[in-house]
């Protein structure tokens, strides 16, 4: 049994507050009878819950957006490590959300989640370069020979070859890189790579969805037009 606004809200069909003006407007009824109370218990796996008329029984997929903190691996489960999993809300419990790709245990910032495993290959795959913009602190200070670098495709050292990338010097030991591929440890190892060691990683932006005012271990719903941008439609 779960609450009628929390099973709504992981939906995917608004955030809460949201919920409970379309609860208030009498929108939703269970089992055909009209509810208004977002606190009711119900049991989606057998009362049937509707929306303007139209049973949620198709469950929408889910997007979610976290901040996430330093400190959790990116993993569905791990042995030793808190994982990322452990940040969401407990009414996406039943969802069979997955990180779409991952953020080092000491990075910080935006990172999707969906139960979408369709999108979640799209978005993942090499082919899908969108661009990834993280704010770094770091040994020494960007210079133009960097920058130039990092237009050109750095070589990392075991010789990986990176797409060109842009380097944003922002003040002494502070840039903004932008990648559009997601090699392992990669903005780390092309700082590293000209000398300058990062101390501190936090993605900003991912394609045209911004962390915004997301604080640190938030987690948000996105829109499906927020996702349809993220797809480049
Ligand atoms: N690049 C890194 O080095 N680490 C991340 O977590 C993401 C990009």
Redesign the pocket.
């Known amino acids: 049994m779960e609450r009628l606004d929390k099973f709504l809200s992981s939906q995917g069909i608004g955030t809460r507050s949201q919920v409970k003006n379309i609860l208030k407007a009498g929108r939703v009824t269970v089992d055909g009878v009209p509810e208004g109370d977002g606190g009711r218990k119900i049991d989606p796996q057998s009362q049937r819950v509707a929306l303007d008329g139209e049973e949620l029984t198709k469950v929408r997929r889910v997007v979610l957006m976290l901040n996430k903190p330093e400190g959790f691996v990116t993993a569905t489960e791990d042995a030793r490590e808190r994982t990322v999993m452990e940040l969401l809300p407990r009414e996406y419990a039943h969802r069979k959300l997955r990180p779409v790709g991952?953020?080092?245990k000491a990075?910080e910032g935006l990172l999707l989640f969906t139960d979408d495993g369709d999108l979640l290959h799209r978005l993942i795959s090499p082919k899908n370069e969108v661009a990834?913009i993280?704010y770094a602190r770091h040994e020494g200070t960007a210079g133009e020979a960097d920058v130039a670098a990092f237009r050109e495709g750095l070589v990392l050292a075991d010789g990986t070859r990176c797409l060109p990338a842009w380097l944003e010097p922002l003040g002494p030991g502070e840039s903004r890189v932008t990648?559009r591929e997601?090699k392992y440890?990669?903005?780390?190892?092309m700082m590293a790579s000209r000398g300058m060691p990062?101390t501190y990683?936090a993605?900003q932006q991912e394609g045209g969805l911004a962390l915004g005012d997301l604080p640190r271990g938030g987690v948000r719903l996105l829109t499906e037009e927020e996702v349809a941008a993220l797809e480049g439609k």
Request: charged share 40%; hydrophobic share 30%; net charge positive.
């Open positions: 991952r953020l080092d990075t990834k993280y990648v997601g440890h990669q903005v780390r190892r990062v990683l993605r």
